[in-house]
């Protein structure tokens, strides 16, 4: 399986603080996106770095991609206590499309005021 | 507002029966999908839909059915030969082979 796995799988920090969770899996990607949830809802669309990229930015969100370790990590920089939520990725295989992504279980981020 | 509208959203059943998730999206989108997500556990795949009149299995078809006559629309049933269905269930959809999803707000499953 090439499924991402998320580390940690909890983290708890104070607002103003960073987070950063990192994502690994196994198997070769075309590209590789993170989602956020907040309890009891859906997902929400955050960033998608592709395999030939090595950085991407959003707003105070900051995605990197290694390859060659097959593992990526979002950074959250300054967090705010509305950051609070499950932070998923999802792998895009080389082959097929959006029926092939494969999501981790998640991190659980905690910003406490 | 364009999205993905899910309803109910808390759903109840009782053994024996089948029930029916609603899932209509206005994106105008072709491709549409349906996951389960359990506590602490990622997203499954249940089915999924990239043209009207046409689905395919996921990876945990069983006990579940679709049907897809309408673009906008996506209905799931939770048969009664699905012995487990209390569960978190998501519907998405993307524009045709795209990338990125896009979520409705889940409905929560249980069983009586």
């Known amino acids: 399986s090439q499924q991402g796995e998320e580390d940690p799988q909890a983290l708890s920090i104070q607002e103003g603080e960073n987070a950063t969770m990192n994502c690994s899996y196994k198997?070769?990607?075309?590209?590789l996106q993170w989602y956020r949830q907040n309890s009891g809802r859906g997902l929400v669309h955050l960033i998608l770095?592709?395999?030939?990229?090595r950085e991407k930015h959003s707003g105070r969100l900051r995605v990197t991609l290694d390859t060659s370790k097959k593992s990526s990590s979002l950074l959250i920089t300054a967090s705010r206590a509305a950051d609070t939520a499950s932070y998923f990725c999802?792998?895009?295989?080389?082959?097929?499309?959006?029926?092939?992504?494969?999501f981790g279980k998640g991190t659980k981020l905690t910003v406490n005021p | 507002d364009g999205g993905i509208t899910q309803s109910p959203k808390y759903l109840f059943r009782k053994e024996g029966q089948n029930v029916t998730l609603s899932c209509e999206q206005n994106?105008?989108?072709?491709?549409m999908y349906w996951y389960r997500q359990d506590p602490g556990q990622g997203l499954r795949l249940i089915y999924y839909?990239?043209?009207?009149?046409?689905?395919q299995k996921g990876d945990i078809a069983e006990g579940y059915s679709v049907s897809r006559e309408k673009k906008e629309s996506f209905p799931l049933t939770v048969t009664s030969a699905q012995k487990n269905p209390t569960a978190f269930y998501l519907c998405?959809?993307?524009?045709?082979?795209?990338?990125?999803?896009?979520f409705g707000s889940g409905t929560q499953l249980s069983v009586l």
């Open positions: 998405a959809s993307s524009m045709n082979r795209g990338e990125k999803l896009f």
């Open positions: 198997t070769s990607i075309n590209n």
């Open positions: 770095i592709r395999s030939n990229e």
């Open positions: 999802a792998t895009g295989p080389r082959q097929g499309g959006s029926e092939k992504l494969v």
């Open positions: 994106l105008n989108h072709d491709a």
């Open positions: 839909s990239q043209i009207v009149n046409d689905f």
